[in-house]
């Protein structure tokens, strides 16, 4: 167990939907970062957050959006999904934000796009 | 830019086997970190080392050990006497230690150990 907890476990929805992905990192950790793991895609860095702004953002749509809260947990919102959409999504934690610091990956939300 | 490669696509062996993954980077930072990653079935991913730039010692933990050469590029991990748990897709990573910069992973390799 990482520490790292996501909910939900799965979520499957229908194009045009919106959905809300929840993280909880390990206590103590200041980053998150979220990634999408799809099979043609492997796995993408999509954003990071440290200490609740935004530290760096990778291949995120513009129909995605991530927030970190005070309380350092984050949601990663996805909108107008489509069917590639479809994917693996992992929360990650650190203690801080830089590349030197292993990430602790959380057991990932499986979304399915009908 | 960064690069990681893992040529080998999937690898079969027989329990007992040793069997080396190979990982190849590409980048210009001189100071920069590499991670192996386990990904057994089900699904989470699972921290297995990370190595700096300026350390090339080579590693071993239990049955796992580590080859890192900076002449080639290589970060190469090694399962002696493989078991059926080790049955997973294994992703090699790098990062340069940078604020705000971030984790480019490998396409990964799936180990299949059979009994």
């Known amino acids: 167990d990482s520490g790292v907890t996501q909910t939900p476990k799965h979520l499957i929805t229908a194009t045009g939907q919106r959905v809300t992905l929840r993280c909880s990192p390990r206590?103590?950790?200041?980053?998150v970062y979220w990634y999408q793991q799809s099979l043609d895609q492997g796995l993408q860095f999509l954003i990071q957050?440290?200490?609740?702004?935004?530290?760096a953002k990778g291949n995120i749509l513009e129909r995605f959006s991530a927030q970190q809260f005070p309380d350092l947990h984050s949601e990663l919102n996805l909108s107008s999904l489509e069917l590639g959409d479809s994917a693996l999504y992992f929360c990650?934690?650190?203690?801080?934000?830089?590349?030197?610091?292993?990430?602790?990956f959380g057991p990932g939300t499986r979304l399915t796009v009908l | 830019a960064q690069k990681v490669t893992q040529a080998q696509t999937e690898i079969s062996v027989v329990e007992k086997e040793d069997v080396t993954l190979d990982c190849v980077y590409e980048?210009?930072?001189?100071?920069?970190?590499l991670f192996w990653y386990k990904q057994p079935p089900s699904g989470e991913l699972v921290f297995l080392i990370r190595?700096?730039?300026?350390?090339?010692q080579n590693e071993i933990s239990g049955r796992y050990s580590w080859n890192f050469q900076k002449s080639t590029s290589s970060f190469n991990f090694t399962i002696t006497a493989s078991q059926v748990v080790d049955s997973a897709v294994y992703f090699c990573?790098?990062?340069?230690?940078?604020?705000?910069?971030?984790?480019?992973f490998g396409p990964g390799t799936r180990l299949s150990v059979l009994p």
């Open positions: 990650a934690s650190s203690s801080y934000g830089t590349g030197s610091n292993e990430q602790f």
């Open positions: 980048t210009r930072d001189t100071t920069y970190y």
């Open positions: 206590s103590g950790d200041l980053s």
């Open positions: 957050y440290y200490n609740g702004e935004e530290r």
């Open positions: 190595r700096n730039s300026f350390d090339e």
């Open positions: 990573a790098l990062s340069p230690d940078n604020y705000g910069q971030n984790f480019v």
